[in-house]
């Protein structure tokens, strides 16, 4: 061993019992080369630990340098798991976006909520959104040779003019070129229109879906989202969120789209964000119409696989379980009335006392009406009066792996200030009834 005060990439954590740790390879090491190569991201130490013999560096938290050599099954991991993908950094978005939801935040919530990335590597690993703007001609050659399918991309028009005017810059901001190389290299790819009335709405959504339509099936979908506009909007352009009319007249005319699609080539190709629906006050699509729901991270299709996932439980629910306590399901006004039919049907069953609690977004303003951007502000106000009593939430208002919320605040600041118990479920029919059915005990 030699000492070195070189940085390394950081080891977050190690699988016990993989051939990493069986080297003894511990958190809190730094990974300094594999095969003499310092690996730029998770992409390139992937294709680096392939090989069945491989040779690691890695700095040990007492400054001295190891050099370890795993043997191992082809493609088997080592078992190294890291803080980040991105072990160079993260490419960050120069653009200055209409509607970029960032821009409206207040200050001090936490910093992670402020970095807009614009990275073709988070888009390949994480499913996250990029608009090419800013993709240079080697990052581009790098996704083909990689063949880092499928990608997510934010288009919202394909008029070059209007796009660069949406995206903040000063220049047009074509994007067909872009996806047409990304097409004829084989590349999937999944798009997201940010829809903003008055903007890219009418004659240019429409021109918009069949230029996209023409690279199916490598455009392999293309999602509608309404903008989403916070109280903290201020000195920027002026926008406006979609009314109920415009809503169920839209929903019309994608649905004659959708048609036309699943004739041709027999998906509907185009989706609608659940919170269209909400708002015109119309039924969601049907399962088979949403082809495995390609956008479901993208708030398209959550309510109707949550409804079709509780239809599949409803003949083994129970008639009766043994009496508790009142339970409160708190959650956004738009999820309350998503819930509200599957509340009604668990409310049937005796000894349950499930209660829902629709919670305003006082903290982001009344336009916010989803649930992954509820606070703790939020839960205070509306758990004023639920001292003693147990609440449920979805598990999507608190940062991964921990209980931050947005604004901040941590569950059990939460939960001391407002005299409750909160349990964190899993957003999915089966979590709830395995909690409200089960935790209580059934009887027999």
Not at 121 to 142: A, K, P, V
Not at 162 to 180: D, E, H, T, Y
Not at 343 to 360: Q, T, Y
Request: hydrophobic share 40%.
């Amino acid at each position: 061993m030699k000492r070195c005060k070189n940085n390394g990439i950081f080891v977050e954590n190690v699988v016990p019992g993989s051939p990493a740790a069986l080297c003894g390879i511990r958190r809190g090491d730094r990974l300094l080369s594999v095969n003499g190569v310092r690996p730029r991201d998770i992409i390139s130490y992937r294709f680096m630990i392939a090989a069945e013999n491989t040779g690691l560096k890695v700095r040990r938290q007492d400054g001295r340098v190891a050099a370890y050599r795993i043997k191992k099954d082809y493609d088997l991991d080592p078992g190294i798991v890291f803080a980040a993908n991105c072990f160079d950094g993260v490419k960050r978005c120069r653009n200055k976006c209409v509607f970029c939801f960032v821009d409206q935040l207040p200050c001090a919530l936490r910093s992670s909520l402020y970095e807009k990335d614009d990275d073709y590597r988070l888009s390949f690993l994480q499913g996250n959104f990029i608009t090419l703007s800013n993709l240079t001609e080697n990052e581009f050659s790098r996704v083909v040779n990689l063949k880092l399918s499928p990608l997510y991309l934010s288009v919202h028009t394909t008029d070059q003019e209007l796009r660069g005017r949406m995206l903040g810059l000063k220049k047009p901001a074509p994007v067909l070129n872009m996806i047409s190389r990304f097409a004829q290299a084989g590349i999937v790819m999944h798009i997201q229109i940010v829809l903003c009335p008055d903007w890219n709405d009418g004659l240019y959504l429409e021109q918009t879906i069949l230029d996209l339509s023409a690279f199916w099936p490598q455009v392999a979908s293309v999602g509608i989202v309404p903008v989403g506009l916070t109280k903290y909007r201020s000195h920027l352009p002026r926008l406006r969120s979609i009314t109920p009319t415009e809503s169920r007249k839209l929903i019309a005319g994608i649905s004659g789209m959708q048609r036309s699609f699943r004739r041709r080539n027999g998906v509907s190709f185009i989706y609608l964000a659940d919170e269209f629906y909400l708002k015109a006050k119309q039924f969601f699509p049907p399962y088979e119409q949403y082809d495995g729901f390609p956008q479901l991270e993208n708030g398209i299709g959550q309510a109707r696989l949550f409804y079709d996932d509780f239809r599949k439980l409803r003949s083994l629910l129970p008639g009766k379980v043994k009496r508790r306590g009142p339970i409160m399901l708190a959650t956004s006004r738009d999820g309350a009335r998503v819930l509200y039919p599957v509340v009604k049907r668990l409310g049937l069953i005796e000894n349950i006392d499930l209660r829902m609690l629709a919670v305003p977004s006082t903290f982001f303003g009344p336009r916010i009406t989803v649930t992954g951007l509820l606070t703790g502000q939020d839960l205070l106000w509306s758990l004023r009066h639920a001292a003693g009593k147990d609440v449920l939430l979805p598990r999507i208002l608190v940062r991964s792996g921990t209980s931050l919320l947005l604004d901040g605040m941590h569950i059990a600041d939460v939960e001391r200030a407002a005299g409750c118990r909160i349990h964190l479920l899993e957003p999915t029919a089966a979590a709830l009834v395995e909690y409200v059915c089960m935790s209580g005990g059934i009887e027999l």
